[in-house]
T-cell receptor
């Protein structure tokens, strides 16, 4: 089966610092990766779509300078939350789309808490 | 534009009873449809998906869903609920890399 990992699973940081979250497809190549944000008891909201080797496409209302996305290889995408604020506290989930299918495989999520 | 509506943010059933989680979609083109399950503090696990072909799709853990184009529905069912089925369930529609999720339905299973 397709496996996607995220690291770290949980992170607590101080306001004003930056946090990097990694998303890896462990057993397949992912030409496209997605980053979602989920608030408590709510659905997933797509933040951005990243394709390997190109700039990410951000959804309306998502600040690209605050949420930096890098998709440097076919198995790794990173999301960096810059100058984090308490309102950035959330559950961040990535997914990876296998190159040959239309199915997204989701990571286990990263819970970010900004103090 | 695509969208998904899940009717009922919370469904409660007794163990052994039928599970029915409703999902309606809107899409200007034939969609791909998915059901995912999410346990607390975890990511999403794919239960089943419909792309083309047979409209009744069987997934993991005894779940199945039927694509009804005339009703623009993709309801999720399971004949007999188990305590371990308690979780949040999300219906999603996808076209051309654009996946949109419903608001989710929390399933509670009573002993």
């Amino acid at each position: 089966g397709a496996v996607v990992s995220q690291h770290p699973s949980r992170v607590i940081c101080k306001s004003g610092t930056s946090v990097k979250i990694e998303c890896r497809s462990l057993d397949f190549q992912a030409t496209t990766m997605f980053w979602y944000r989920q608030f408590p008891k709510q659905s997933l909201m797509l933040m951005a779509t990243s394709n390997e080797g190109s700039k990410a496409t951000y959804e309306q209302g998502v600040e690209k300078d605050k949420f930096l996305i890098n998709h440097a290889s076919l198995t790794l995408s990173t999301l960096t939350v810059t100058s984090a604020h308490p309102e950035d506290s959330s559950f961040y989930i990535c997914s990876a789309r296998r190159a040959s299918t239309d199915t997204q495989y989701f990571g286990p999520g990263t819970r970010l808490t900004v103090l | 534009a695509q969208s998904v509506t899940q009717l009922g943010s919370h469904v409660s059933v007794s163990e052994g009873a039928l599970v029915l989680l409703r999902c309606n979609y809107s899409s200007s083109v034939p969609p791909y449809l998915f059901w995912y399950v999410q346990y607390p503090n975890q990511g999403l696990q794919l239960l089943l998906k419909y792309t083309t072909g047979a409209t009744l799709v069987k997934g993991i853990n005894g779940f199945e869903a039927e694509f009804k184009k005339s009703e623009t529905s993709f309801h999720l069912t399971k004949p007999s609920a188990h305590m371990s089925d308690a979780a949040e369930y999300f219906c999603a529609v996808s076209f051309n890399n654009d996946m949109r999720f419903g608001a989710g339905t929390r399933l509670t299973v009573k002993p």
